[in-house]
């Protein structure tokens, strides 16, 4: 089941990983899920749900792979919760690809609508009735289950918004009051990340949990959800033997593939990891805090996303690892970079030193560049051959420059993007993994060939590394 609201701010976050956490309390196995390139929300379902939290994302995987990655991620569970994305018909600008309502009709879900009924009354009639008969044409007119009324401010208010929704012709599943215990520290991008905020998240998913227990009616909730789309899941393994590696003589059969992640670097797809196994990286998450060292026999480097520019003090100061990816980079080997880990590659961040693997100097402030993008790789490297087109997503307030080096992309309407020099590959673009499944298998093929001057050999373990 799908949960949806007319407008960003509604609360539907707050319900959807309240739902969770809700249903996972009283035994229920619940898969959960974010429909769009959304990294924040999926850490808090991750936590409410006790399972990785994934994204459903057309525009980034196509349309074909929605179905399959919910059967995938789903293994297991009893029932999908899948969180949508700003309004329910919102999606990419001018399509509307993407859509909360057009994950829920591949999908075949209902949809649970939350609305924000402060500032309203009868007016929530017609809101309904809009979202009821509206048909975004293709296949996307929502099926609406029934509304949970959020920010509700008496027992008075209560009962006129259910007589509106009685005249709309959809069931009020739930009516939240107005709480104070849910605020969740927001900074420029959005809501800070579960791994930032710690002991503070598990407060907030749990104050969700006990909020929607208390007041969503969860047998009622769960009563319309659909079945999933029969057919087969989405198998790592099968989407990278069409990758075309192979092991060379003489080199480790498992490169490793170190994943930076914690608190800096949260912002990755659950599938990337299950990649990197599938194309043959041993990939068992370890977690190493204030490590100063690379894990032994790193092959290859993958930077993730996030908020760098909140720990660079800390990032600049651990002088020891910086060097190690200096080295690791200057040897040639694969690094992939994105976002927030171009950041890390640059020479600075916000004037306070870093890798220095990229002649750039990097700073956060100015407008928000957000999207998506339709690029051509402009330069080969160990993810792409030039001329390669993918979609990818743009969310950042950063700049680098000097704009040095073989660009990594292009698309219609902004500059060359992003660094190619060597092994790395490094730019503010994001790409699902699920997406470009043969950009992994070529990755962990390009680690597997042994460097001049260090050749390899042998059985290589470890896999990502959680710092």
């Known amino acids: 089941m799908v949960v949806a609201a007319p407008a960003s701010g509604s609360g539907k976050t707050t319900v959807a990983t309240g739902l969770m956490a809700a249903l996972r309390r009283r035994g229920t196995a619940v898969a959960p899920f974010k429909v769009g390139p959304d990294y924040i929300d999926p850490g808090y379902h991750t936590l409410a749900a006790g399972r990785p939290g994934r994204n459903l994302d057309p525009v980034l995987v196509g349309a074909s792979r929605v179905a399959p990655l919910a059967r995938h991620g789903a293994a297991g569970a009893e029932i ?6 700003m309004g329910l018909y919102d999606g990419r600008i001018p399509d509307g690809e993407g859509s909360t309502a057009q994950v829920a009709a591949l999908l075949g879900a209902p ?49 006129v918004l259910r007589a509106a929704a009685e005249e709309a012709g959809l069931p ?7 709480s104070a215990a849910l605020a969740v520290p927001s900074r420029h991008l959005g809501l ?9 998240a598990t407060a907030a998913v749990d104050a969700m949990a006990e909020l929607v227990a208390a007041h969503v009616d969860l047998d009622a909730v769960v009563a319309p959800a659909a079945p999933l789309p029969a057919g087969p899941a989405w198998n790592p393994d099968g989407e990278v033997q069409q990758g075309g590696f192979a092991a060379i003589p003489g080199t480790p059969t498992r490169p490793v593939v170190a994943v930076f992640g914690g608190a800096a670097f949260t912002f990755g797809y659950a599938e990337h990891v299950e990649l990197l196994a599938a194309a043959g990286a041993e990939s068992s998450p370890s977690t190493r805090c204030a490590t100063s060292s690379l894990p032994p026999g790193t092959a290859a480097l993958v930077l993730p996303g996030g908020f760098p520019e909140e720990h660079v003090a800390a990032l600049g100061g651990n002088a020891a690892l910086l060097a190690a990816v200096r080295a690791l980079a200057a040897s040639g080997a694969p690094v992939h970079a994105e976002c927030g880990g171009l950041l890390y590659l640059c020479a600075a961040l916000d004037g306070v030193p870093l890798c220095g693997v990229l002649p750039a100097r990097a700073a956060i402030g100015g407008r928000l560049t957000l999207g998506y993008r339709d690029a051509v790789a402009l330069t080969a490297s160990a993810l792409f051959p030039a ?18 080096g073989a660009p990594a992309w292009a698309w219609r309407g902004g500059e060359p993007e992003g660094f190619v020099a060597g092994g790395v590959h490094a730019s503010f673009l994001h790409t699902h993994p699920a997406g470009q499944p043969e950009a992994v298998a070529r990755f962990v ?10 050749p390899r050999s042998g059985r290589e373990t470890s896999g990502t590394w959680l710092s």
Not at 137 to 148: H, K, N, P, W
Not at 387 to 404: L, M, N
């Open 387 to 404: 001329g390669a087109r993918v979609t990818g997503h743009e969310f950042h307030h950063a700049t680098v420059t000097p704009r040095a």
């Open 192 to 200: 800070v990340t579960a791994a930032e905020h710690g002991p503070a």
């Open 111 to 159: 949809v649970v609508l939350v609305v924000d009924a402060r500032g309203q009354s009868r007016s929530l009639a017609a809101l309904l009735h809009g979202f009821r008969t509206f048909d975004a044409g293709e296949g996307q007119r929502a099926r609406l289950a029934g509304v949970v009324l959020n920010r509700v401010g008496s027992a008075r208010h209560e009962e």
């Open 445 to 454: 093929a390009a680690a597997r060939v042994p460097l001049p001057g260090k």
């Open 172 to 178: 009020v599943l739930g009516a939240l009051p107005r």
């Open 80 to 85: 999908a919760v899948v969180e949508g994305v």
